[in-house]
């Protein structure tokens, strides 16, 4: 059974359209993170909600918000894409126990966006 | 500011070969993860280690926290091992909740028939 689902898994916007690509989870995880992978790169953290508390990675533009409405579902927002922001954004979550406990990331199948 | 280290950046090898792939860090870490990463699809967690050593299957995953390193081996590689392999290490997160992934640029794995 599926843990973590992104929808959709291929997202087609034009320049500077608003975007919103989503995020559900049925692991009940307190911790839901937004990471964004450019072609041949390593993923970077753009932001996590720790239950509803926002943490902002310093470099994530402003362009990028996220929204979580409840403890299931995560929400990224592009306000404004540009032709840097086409990448595959992946979601994943973990139960946040404090430090040094188990933190096991779980991700999802992951949204590829293209920004025409 | 921590960085991962991953090499080989890329490794072809043929089916049957034992293969290592290493990962090193600069800074203290909470854990450290093994991530594989297929062709266009999403990244499935392999490990998560704070020390030792742990075991599934075909594949060995170490970590020496004293000297900031770690390695991925897979014994009797098989063409369907290619794939990216990620180490990602826990950073703790400065305002005291949740920890973030630092991951390494990957290694693309290619086992031949």
């Known amino acids: 059974d599926a843990m973590v689902i992104q929808n959709p898994r291929y997202q087609v916007t034009q320049f500077g359209k608003p975007v919103t690509l989503s995020c559900s989870q049925t692991?009940?995880?307190?911790?839901m993170y937004w990471y964004q992978q450019k072609s041949s790169q390593a993923p970077k953290l753009l932001f996590h909600?720790?239950?509803?508390?926002?943490?902002n990675e310093a470099d994530t533009p402003d362009n990028f918000q996220s929204r979580r409405p409840n403890t299931s579902f995560c929400f990224l927002d592009i306000r404004s894409p540009g032709l840097g922001d086409a990448a595959m954004y992946l979601c994943?979550?973990?139960?946040?126990?404090?430090?040094?406990?188990?933190?096991?990331?779980?991700f999802g199948p992951g949204t590829r966006l293209t920004v025409l | 500011k921590n960085e991962v280290e991953q090499s080989p950046q890329n490794l072809t090898a043929q089916e049957g070969e034992f293969i290592t792939i290493n990962c090193s860090y600069s800074v203290g870490i909470s854990a450290l993860h093994w991530l594989q990463q297929h062709p266009g699809g999403g990244i499935v967690s392999l490990f998560m280690?704070?020390?030792g050593k742990k075991k599934h299957g075909r594949l060995i995953a170490t970590i020496n926290i004293q000297e900031k390193h770690s390695s991925l081996h897979i014994t009797a590689s098989h063409p369907r091992d290619s794939a990216v392999y990620i180490c990602a290490v826990v950073v703790p997160y400065s305002g005291g909740g949740a920890d973030g992934l630092t991951f390494g640029k990957g290694t693309h794995l290619i086992i031949q028939p």
């Open positions: 994943a979550t973990s139960t946040g126990r404090p430090l040094y406990y188990n933190n096991e990331q779980f």
């Open positions: 280690l704070s020390s």
């Open positions: 692991l009940n995880h307190n911790v």
């Open positions: 909600y720790y239950d509803k508390d926002f943490n």
